[in-house]
C-alpha cells in the first residue's frame, strides 16, 4: 500500500517549457487535490476533483490544468511555465483525512 | 480568506505545553489540523466538526469555537517528535472538502 506518489520528485524548467506531474493514489478515494506550497505562504490549492471525470477550480487556478481521466490518477499541467510557478507542489486524496503524497520541487527558470 | 494563526513561530523546551490558534472571518464547517516536519508532506492530525464532534489524534487536543470562528490546538508535555510546522485548514462548507490553509505555526521543540 503506497498510499499516494508523485512524480516527478524534482524538476527544472525554463519560461515558456511545459510539463505534466503525476500524482497516483492506491487507497481508491474520490476525492483528490493539488496544492502548491510557497514560504510564508501555507498550502494553497491550485484545482481537485470530486471523482472520475470531474475537476473544479481552487483558490489559485490560473496558469495549470489538470485531468482525472481515472480514479486513481490526477494529472497537473503547466503549459508554460513562469518562474512564478517556482514552488512545491503536492498532491493529496481523500476526505475527512487528506493524505499527502511527498512533494515535487519544480524550479522555472 | 486564509485563516489567520498565531502564533506565527514558538520555541518550547521539552515537557512544556502550547496554544496554537487559527481564525477565520468566514462562518466555520470544519476545522482540519496538519503537522509538517521540515522537507516532509503534511500529515492529518485532527478533524473538528461544526457541532462538536472531534476526531484525531490521542495526545494532542483542540476546541473548535463555531460563533467565533476559531479553533485552538493544544499540545501538552511537548515531545521533541512535536517540532514542525502546524497548519489550521478550514472548510466553509459543502461536500468537497475544500481546505483553505493558514499560513502555518513553527514549533521548535528543544532538549
Not at chain 1, 492506491?26 to 493539488?34: K, S, T
Not at chain 1, 484545482?47 to 486513481?72: C, F, I, M, W
Not at chain 2, 487536543?61 to 497548519?87: D, I, R, V
Request: proline share 4%; hydrophobic share 35%; charged share 15%.
Amino acid at each position: 500500500n503506497a498510499g499516494v506518489t508523485q512524480t516527478p520528485k524534482f524538476r527544472v524548467l525554463k519560461t515558456g517549457q511545459s510539463m505534466t506531474l503525476l500524482c497516483a493514489q492506491d487507497m481508491n478515494h474520490e476525492y483528490m487535490y493539488w496544492y502548491r506550497q510557497d514560504p510564508g505562504m501555507g498550502l494553497r490549492l491550485i484545482h481537485y476533483s470530486v471523482g472520475e471525470g470531474t475537476t473544479a477550480k481552487g483558490e489559485v487556478p490560473d496558469g495549470y490544468n489538470v485531468s482525472r481521466l481515472k480514479k486513481q490518477n490526477f494529472l497537473l499541467g503547466l503549459e508554460s511555465a513562469a518562474p512564478s510557478q517556482t514552488s512545491v507542489y503536492f498532491c493529496a486524496s481523500g476526505l475527512e483525512t487528506q493524505y499527502f503524497g511527498p512533494g515535487t520541487r519544480l524550479l522555472v527558470l | 480568506q486564509q485563516p489567520v494563526q498565531s502564533p506565527q513561530a514558538v520555541i518550547l523546551r521539552e515537557g512544556e505545553d502550547a496554544v496554537i490558534n487559527c481564525s477565520s472571518s468566514k462562518a466555520l464547517y470544519s476545522v482540519h489540523w496538519y503537522r509538517q516536519k521540515h522537507g516532509e508532506a503534511p500529515v492529518f492530525l485532527m478533524i473538528l466538526l461544526k457541532g462538536g464532534e472531534q476526531k484525531g489524534h490521542e495526545k494532542i487536543s483542540a476546541s473548535f469555537n463555531e460563533k467565533k470562528q476559531q479553533s485552538s490546538l493544544y499540545l501538552t508535555a511537548s515531545q521533541l517528535s512535536y517540532s514542525g510546522t502546524y497548519f489550521c485548514g478550514t472548510e466553509s462548507g459543502g461536500a468537497t472538502n475544500k481546505l483553505i490553509f493558514g499560513t502555518g505555526t513553527l514549533l521548535a521543540v528543544q532538549p
